[in-house]
């Protein structure tokens, strides 16, 4: 039984600035009253691409992140060892980290990923989009 989702990074900047972006069924996700998380690795890969100019434009979401994703009504999913260790150990080619991690969250907290991204599909877990 699913227990909820996670926002891969591009769905969670989606729905924060953009969310005519997201596919209807990702929209809906998000806004059908079931518990929707973003994954502590979301904040690092944003954080990351803003300071190496990639996601210039995430200044002012990062200056108020917590206060953002508040509001929204996301759930923060911090990083545990036993997702660094599944993520780390997952079988395939996948080598996006961020991917990786957010995928072995899934896995662990029977959550379904709400990305565009079929990178997903070969990790082993539920996407939505």
Known sequence: MNSGYLLDTHALLFAAARPNRLSPKAHAAILSGSRVYTSSASAWE????????????????????????????????????????LAGSMVGDHRDPFDR?????????????????????????????
């Not at 190496?52 to 994703?69: D, F, Q, S, T, V």
């Not at 995928?103 to 990305?115: D, F, G, P, W, Y």
């Open 101 to 129: 991690i957010l995928a072995a969250q899934a896995r662990l907290e029977n959550l379904t990923v709400i990305s565009a991204d079929p990178a997903f599909d070969a990790l082993g877990v539920r996407r939505l989009w």
């Open 46 to 85: 944003i954080a990351t691409k803003h300071r190496i100019g990639k996601l210039p434009e995430a200044g002012g979401l990062l200056l108020n992140y917590r206060e953002l994703m508040n509001e929204m009504g996301l759930l923060d999913l911090p990083i545990y060892t036993e997702h660094a260790l």
